[in-house]
C-alpha cells in the first residue's frame, strides 16, 4: 500500500517537473522568437535612440506673406561611455573649438550622463555637417542629430514674433515634455504659441555597428514614431506696414502699434531702436544677445507693451467722456481758456475763448480739459471726492487704462491708473481734491499707460464705445482665436462718442486744428496730439488716430520718446503709417524723407 503511495507521489513530482519545464521552454521560445521587445531590450548597447524634433509652425501674415520659416541645422550629440580611440585634434579641427573647449564639453556630457546622449555642439550648419558627415564613423560614441532653427526673410518684427532658446532645468521640471537640450519660446508670438507651435516630437531607433556606423533601422522602422509638424499661425500683421514703421522709426526711441479697430487685430508692432531678429538664431546668439542686452538704447526692451508712458493730450477725450457722461458738461458747455481765477493749469495757444468741447480737442487747450475734470470732482451727487474720483476711474478702465487687455503677447504691463486709497494714503483721507490731482486732467502725474491701451482707446473711439482685445494671430492653422468674440463695451453713451470723434477729426481738417498740417485731402482721419513731459525734462511726443472716420481701418498710436511736440514727430508718422495701409503708397515724399532721415537717438 505504501508502495503505491510513493509511486503515486512520483508521478505527480515527476509531472510537475514536466509542466513547469514545458512552460519554461514556451516562455523561451515566444521571448526570442515571437516577441521582440526583449530582444530591443538586450540590444541597448548596439541600437541608437533618435530623437525626431518637428518643425515648428510656419508665420504668415495677414496677406499671406512669410514672417518666418526654419532651416535645417545640426546638433553632434555624444554618449561619453561608447567614446573610444578618439582622434580629439581631428574633431576640434572639423568643429574649429580649442582642445579646452572639447574637455569642457565633454566634461558637461558626463556630468549629464555616461550613458544617455546629450549635446556636444549645437546647431552645426549644413556645410559643417557636410564634412562631419563623411568622417563621422571615426568618432566612435558621437552622433548626429538633425532640427530647425527659425528664419526671419523680411527682418522685421523682433519684439513682435519673439525668438525661442534651450528649456532650462525649472521649465523641464514643470513640463515633462521637455528634455534637456530642447527649444522653447521665449518672448512674442512663439511664447503665447508654444504648444500650438513647437509639434510632438518623434523617435527613430537605428542599429550602429562598432564602428560608429549606421547600418539601418531597426525592425524596419517597426518601433519609430514620425515627428509632427507645429501648427502655422496666420497673423493679422501687415508686413509691408511693419517694415515701412520700422523704417521710420530708425535712430528713434519709442513705439508703433496699428490695430484694425473692427476685430481688434494688430496690423504693425513696433518697438525702436529695434535688432535684427535673425541674431538670436543659431550658435551666435549667446554673444548677439549679451550685446543686445548691454546696449544703452535698450533694443530688448518692447516699448508697445512694457514703455508705460505719460500720455499727454491724448488722455483729455476719456475726461470729456467721462464729463460728458456724468452730465457735468454738454456738447455745448464752454469753458474760458485762462481758467477761473489764477487757474494753475495755463494755456500754451493762441486761440479764441471760452471754447466748446469740440474746439477745445481741435486745439488741445489745457485749462478747458482741466476745467472738465473740475467739474468732474465737485459733482454735488456725490458726497465725497473719493466717490467722484472713483467713477472717473472705473469709466477710463472701461476704456481699457490701468490695466492688461488681454492680448496674446507675454509681458504685457498694465501702466498706472491709481486708485483713490492710494490718494487716501498720500494725503490723507478727505485731505485731497480736484487741485490736489489736477495733472491728470492733462494726461501728467501718476497716470501711465503704454502704446498698446493708447492704440486700443483710439479702436474704442472709433467704434464709438466697444474694442475687441488686441492681438495679433487671427487663426492656428483653420482654427480661428477667439479675441474677435470678447466684445468689450465702454460704459459711455455712443452719442457722446459722436462728439468727441468730431472734435478728433477737426484735429486734421480745422482751421486751428494741431495736426491740420499732415491732413490728406482724399481721406477723412481723426487723432488727437500729445506732448508729454518725461521725468527727464523732455517731452515725449504722441499721437493717436484713426482713419476713415466714417469706416474705420486702421486705428494708430505713435510715441516718439523725448522728441518734442506731438505735432512735430508723432502725428507726420501716424499719417504716413495711415497713408501706406490705405493707399499702399506713400506720395508725400517731403514729409516721409524727413521722418525717415532724422536722428532723434541724441535728444
Known amino acids: 500500500m505504501a508502495s503505491r503511495i510513493y509511486a503515486d507521489r512520483k508521478i505527480v513530482i515527476i509531472s510537475t517537473f514536466l509542466v513547469i519545464g514545458f512552460i519554461y521552454i514556451v516562455r523561451l521560445f515566444y521571448i526570442q522568437v515571437i516577441d521582440k521587445s526583449y530582444t530591443l531590450s538586450a540590444n541597448n548597447n548596439v541600437l541608437r535612440y533618435v530623437t525626431q524634433f518637428p518643425a515648428r509652425g510656419l508665420i504668415y501674415d495677414r496677406n499671406g506673406k512669410l514672417l518666418l520659416y526654419n532651416e535645417a541645422v545640426y546638433d553632434l550629440m555624444v554618449i561619453p561611455r561608447q567614446v573610444k580611440d578618439l582622434d580629439t585634434a581631428e574633431l576640434c579641427r572639423l568643429l574649429e573649438i580649442t582642445p579646452e573647449g572639447f574637455n569642457e564639453r565633454m566634461k558637461r556630457a558626463r556630468d549629464y550622463s555616461p550613458i544617455l546622449a546629450s549635446a556636444f555642439e549645437k546647431q552645426i550648419s549644413k556645410e559643417t555637417y557636410g564634412y562631419i558627415e563623411e568622417k563621422l564613423y571615426r568618432f566612435r560614441g558621437f552622433f548626429v542629430q538633425p532640427r530647425t532653427l527659425r528664419k526671419y526673410p523680411m527682418s522685421i518684427g523682433a519684439h513682435l514674433l519673439g525668438y525661442i532658446g534651450e528649456v532650462t532645468p525649472a521649465q523641464i521640471e514643470k513640463n515633462p515634455y521637455y528634455k534637456q537640450g530642447d527649444y522653447i519660446g521665449i518672448s512674442g508670438i512663439e511664447r503665447a504659441y508654444e504648444k500650438q507651435l513647437r509639434g510632438i516630437k518623434g523617435l527613430k531607433i537605428r542599429m550602429v555597428d562598432v564602428m560608429n556606423r549606421d547600418v539601418g533601422s531597426f525592425e524596419n522602422g517597426r518601433y519609430d514614431t514620425a515627428a509632427v509638424m507645429g501648427g502655422d499661425l496666420y497673423t493679422g500683421i501687415d508686413a509691408e506696414l511693419q517694415q515701412y514703421g520700422e523704417k521710420l522709426m530708425n535712430n528713434k526711441r519709442g513705439s508703433i502699434v496699428a490695430i484694425d479697430p473692427k476685430t481688434g ?16 538664431v543659431g550658435r ?77 480737442i481741435q486745439q488741445s487747450c489745457n485749462p478747458f480739459h482741466w476745467q472738465v475734470f473740475r467739474a468732474i470732482l465737485n459733482d454735488p451727487n456725490y458726497a465725497t471726492v473719493k466717490e467722484r474720483y472713483d467713477v472717473w476711474r472705473n469709466h477710463l478702465m472701461s476704456m481699457g487704462f490701468g490695466r492688461t487687455l488681454n492680448t496674446d503677447l507675454a509681458f504685457e504691463l498694465k501702466g498706472n491708473l491709481p486708485s483713490s486709497d492710494v490718494f ?63 466684445k468689450n463695451v465702454a460704459t459711455i453713451n455712443p452719442e457722446y462718442l459722436d462728439v468727441i470723434v468730431q472734435g478728433m477729426t477737426e484735429v486734421f481738417s480745422g482751421a486751428h486744428g494741431t495736426a491740420r498740417a499732415y491732413k490728406i485731402d482724399s481721406l477723412t482721419m481723426a487723432g488727437k496730439t500729445g506732448t508729454a513731459q518725461t521725468s527727464s525734462g523732455k517731452d515725449n511726443s504722441n499721437f493717436i488716430a484713426f482713419a476713415p472716420v466714417e469706416n474705420p481701418q486702421i486705428a494708430i498710436c505713435v510715441i516718439v520718446e523725448e522728441a518734442g511736440f506731438g505735432a512735430t514727430w508723432a502725428a507726420p508718422i501716424a499719417s504716413l503709417m495711415i497713408e501706406k495701409y490705405i493707399f499702399r503708397t506713400v506720395k508725400r515724399k517731403e514729409i516721409e524723407d524727413r521722418m525717415i532721415n532724422a536722428n532723434l537717438l541724441n535728444n
Not at 449 to 465: E, F, K, S, W
Not at 466 to 479: D, K, M, N, Q
Request: with cysteine; charged share 15%.
Open 265 to 280: 487685430e494688430i496690423l504693425c508692432f513696433l518697438s525702436s531702436p529695434g535688432y535684427d531678429p535673425n541674431l538670436l
Open 424 to 486: 487716501d494714503k498720500i494725503y490723507g483721507k478727505g485731505h485731497w481734491n480736484a487741485m490736489t490731482v489736477r495733472s491728470l486732467s492733462i494726461g501728467q502725474g501718476e497716470v501711465l499707460t503704454t502704446p498698446l491701451q493708447l492704440v486700443n482707446y483710439a479702436a474704442m473711439v472709433a467704434n464709438r464705445g466697444y474694442f475687441y482685445p488686441p492681438h495679433v494671430v487671427r487663426s492656428v492653422g483653420t482654427e480661428k482665436t477667439k479675441f474677435a468674440s470678447q
Open 284 to 360: 551666435v546668439r549667446s554673444k548677439n544677445f549679451g550685446e543686445l542686452n548691454q546696449d544703452p538704447v535698450k533694443p530688448l526692451l518692447n516699448r508697445a507693451i512694457m514703455g508705460q508712458y505719460p500720455p499727454g493730450s491724448t488722455l483729455k477725450m476719456a475726461n470729456d467722456l467721462v464729463g460728458l457722461q456724468m452730465g457735468v458738461i454738454t456738447k455745448d458747455t464752454r469753458f474760458s481758456c485762462q481758467g477761473p481765477g489764477s487757474s494753475p493749469i495755463k494755456c500754451t495757444h493762441n486761440h479764441v475763448s471760452p471754447l466748446d468741447v469740440y474746439m477745445a
